[in-house]
RNA sequence: GGGGAUGUCGCAUAGUGGCAAUUGCAACAGACUGUAAAUCUGUCCUCUUCGGAGUUCGGUGGUUCGAGUCCACCUAUCCCCA
């Protein structure tokens, strides 16, 4: 993998660039539709290539780990091949899963003992281990094994689990080089930057990434709970001290305004649910703020999902895509994940735009209040 | 004409002497940030200073400290026999 910066921001510290894999190209900044399961629920790769332009989308390990499992998926030939898609994949770790399952864990130095939210059978996760899959996943960037804790975690413990994160990372690095990919094409491996809310863990942590000089780095542990503008600051910390000429992953981040804000302060890459998830539970982001499509008003509304949409499935109105959210259709929760996807990926297009013609941050004062009162 | 059954908050249901009344659906609103999520939460008779207050279970009257529940009559709907 390389990065390229093509040209930086003047007033802020954003950048545009381009990220070179094995299978293909990536424009930076650039949003990642999450995948989990192999699959971005609801949409087909068509629509993912050709309407929402997804230049890489995010696949997880812990899930793909228990379905299909990593035989089947070594036996396809790779995830690519398994879901059919010939452009990047980045697979998140289990690090995160390890935190939203929290109730059915248990962590020591080793790894995490964990029990399935599909059939409750144990399994174990370890640095080593969690490499080791994501070999056989294959996909094309892959992150460490972390432990990712909670934003309201005390300094005692994030420094504990600073300190664990820190340990798992140097075992991830040492399996990763002792290890080959196994589909012929290169893998490159993330650290994680962690340290929560804590200004002193964050420099320490990014201090020892940046030190073992990886080719990219993330950020995980943000929009855990905690407000924006620590996240802002904690970001800003961060990105002081990691390489300038790595792309900056800010992991499971966010909201437009997030994207923006994240940008703005060196962020690279981001990934996030929301547009897909909140997507299929009727919230729209829309040019003129967000929408809960469900609701009475839109009832009669046969304007345009978003008359400054850029995808196909704007073309539908309000009222109709209010009508397949009441009456409980599919074709809904697709049309609302398309869109969605579509909007961030615009979005994250333009900034990339501004960043180039030099209007970046003004293009950001006058956008962010129109995204919508909380994003 | 004779016999039987049944009327509960939009719909459907529970309730057989202490009840503003069960549950489901519908409706309305909210939440969702490296996906245990096409999920979850709240409201859902009226008013409310959120403490309560006021009116309810087809209608009228009665029994009772107390009635959606028991009794009488009326009324509406459905079923069976003529």
Redesign the pocket.
Known sequence: MKFQKICSDSRTQARKGQIITAHGTIDTPVFM?????GT???VFHRELEEDIQAQII???T??LYLRPGVEVIRRAGGLHRFVSWNKPI?T?????????????RKLTAEGCTF?S??DGSKHFFSPENVIDIQRTIGADII???????AGDSDYQYAARSLTLTQQWLERCSKQFAETEPQYGYEQTLFP?V?GCVYPELRRRAAEHVAAMNFDGY?I??????EP?EV?YEMIETVNNILPDNCPRYL?????PV?LIEGIARGIDMF?????????????IFTSEG?I?I????W?RDFEPIDPAGVSFVDRYSKAYLRHLF?????L??QIA?IHNLAFYLRLVRQAATMIENGNFDQWRQTIIPKLGN??
């Open positions: 539709p999450v995948g989990t399961a971005v629920k609801g995010l696949g997880n812990y899930h980045l998140d770790s289990g690090g995160f899963q390890v935190f939203s399952l929290a109730a059915s029990r939210h599909i992150m460490a094994f972390d432990e990712c804790p994680i962690q993330a995980g542990g943000l929009s855990v709970g924006a996240m992991m499971g981040v966010g909201t997030n990934d996030c649910v929301m547009p897909t998830r909140n997507g299929r539970n009727g919230m967000v809960n469900r609701n009475k008003k009832e009441v009456s409980g259709e599919m809904g929760a994940s909380r994003l």
